[in-house]
Every structure is written in structure tokens, then in C-alpha cells.
């Protein structure tokens, strides 16, 4: 089952702070993130693990609650070079794959 | 290191006539390979994914077909394409690694099918 993702769309001034929640109703044992920018093809950010670890890239960072079956991606201090689409990736114990969430249409301006 | 190559970058094709796109990797070995499709301002819908040669499995039921001739190569095709068939197609690999199996994508073909 796909997992969902909060906000669907966010716009941003340069240097604020965004939050972008992906949730699953099922057990996770990892979480993807990628980001994808306008006509190109989704990147790889980082990877959070069974365990409740938190992870950070630059100014982006993710936490991941295995309990609530949720991921949590961090923007801190925005740039114009973030804005995208940001999708979770999930695995869960059914599945031999990843499923991708919704996706998180994010917009940073000046 | 590992490259993910697709080809064409674009296509034009009429109501109708066939598809073949392309993808191949290098750098790996026995990949795991996936199609997605992404519609307009849409996420990610997976069409067929393989873990290895002659093995494909279909996600979504449709006019779109998927082939593994060789260990690093994945081929998408249709015999007649339809107006829905339109939208940016992405392959992707993996290792394989259980749970934690992230996938790498390239950079896509853009299709318009008039």
C-alpha cells in the first residue's frame, strides 16, 4: 500500500524551514528519500533504517519512528536549489520492493 | 561506479504505432531493474520491475510489455501505443539488498504519443 505524504505542496520563502511528513500503514524496516527537480529524474538523498535513527545531508536531515510507522523529512534554512518534488520510498515486511510515497511538491522563492 | 543510461531522451509517436525504449547499466551486476511511468505532475507508477534474466513481473495490467535479454538490459514496448500512454518513463536498478534496496534512476525518456 502506498504510503502518504503531508504536505502535497508547500511554497517557501529563501531561509525558512519546512517539514515533510511521509506515513505508512504498515511496519517499516526503511525509508527512503529523493528528491526530483522539474523534468529531470528522482535523486537519491538518503536512506534511514530500522531503529529510529536520525540521518542529515547538508541542511536536510530525516528522523524515522518505526512505532508510528512514519519518516520525517527537515529543510532547514531553504535554498532555491531544494525546491522539487520530494518522495518517501518505503519497505515493509510484505513487500520485497520499494513503494513510493505521494510526493511532497515543494517551492522555494525570493 | 555504477551509470544507468535510457534511451531516446525524447519521442513523438503517433496513436498506433510501436515503442521500444531502452535501458541499460553499467558498472553492476545482476540488478534488479524496474519501468516506472510518471504521468504530468504526478508520482511514480511502477510498471514492471525483474531480478533477473527472462524474469519480469507486471504491476499494472495495460498494452506495455518489458523484456531482460541480457543481464544489464531492460526493454520497454508496446505494439500500439494510445493517447495514455504518454508521460516520462524512468528505469531504475537496485542491488537486491533485502529491505534496504535503494534504487538509482536514470534520466528518462519523455513521451508524446499525438
Known amino acids: 500500500q502506498q504510503p502518504v505524504q503531508s504536505p502535497q505542496a508547500v511554497i517557501l520563502r529563501e531561509g525558512e524551514d519546512a517539514v515533510i511528513n511521509c506515513s505508512s500503514s504498515?511496519?517499516?524496516?526503511?525509508v527512503h528519500w529523493y528528491r526530483q527537480k522539474h523534468g529531470e529524474a528522482p535523486v537519491f538523498l538518503m536512506i534511514?533504517?530500522?531503529?529510529?535513527e536520525q540521518k542529515g545531508h547538508d541542511k536536510i536531515s530525516a528522523s524515522f519512528n518505526e512505532k508510528k510507522q512514519q519518516s520525517s523529512l527537515y529543510l532547514t534554512a531553504s535554498q532555491l536549489s531544494y525546491s522539487g518534488t520530494y518522495f518517501c520510498?518505503?519497505?515493509?515486511?510484505?513487500?520485497?520492493?520499494?513503494?513510493f510515497g505521494t510526493g511532497t511538491r515543494l517551492q522555494v522563492t525570493l | 561506479s555504477q551509470t544507468i543510461h535510457q534511451w531516446p531522451a525524447t519521442l513523438v509517436q503517433p496513436v498506433g504505432s510501436p515503442l521500444s525504449l531502452e535501458c541499460t547499466v553499467e558498472?553492476?551486476?545482476?540488478?534488479?531493474l524496474y519501468w516506472y511511468r510518471q504521468a504530468a505532475g504526478r508520482g511514480l507508477q511502477l510498471l514492471f520491475y525483474?531480478?533477473?534474466?527472462?524474469?519480469i513481473s507486471s504491476e499494472v495490467p495495460q498494452n506495455l510489455s518489458a523484456s531482460r535479454p541480457q543481464d544489464r538490459q531492460f526493454i520497454l514496448s508496446s505494439k500500439k501505443l494510445l493517447l495514455s500512454d504518454s508521460g516520462f518513463y524512468l528505469c531504475?536498478?537496485?542491488?537486491?539488498?533485502?529491505?534496504?534496496?535503494?534504487?538509482?534512476f536514470g534520466p528518462g525518456t519523455r513521451l508524446t504519443v499525438l
Open positions: 525483474s531480478v533477473g534474466i527472462g524474469q
Open positions: 504498515k511496519a517499516l524496516y526503511s
Open positions: 520510498g518505503t519497505y515493509t515486511g510484505t513487500a520485497s520492493k520499494l513503494t
Open positions: 531504475a536498478w537496485s542491488g537486491g539488498q533485502r529491505f534496504t534496496d535503494t534504487q538509482y
Open positions: 558498472g553492476t551486476s545482476n540488478p534488479n
Open positions: 534511514l533504517l530500522k531503529g529510529g
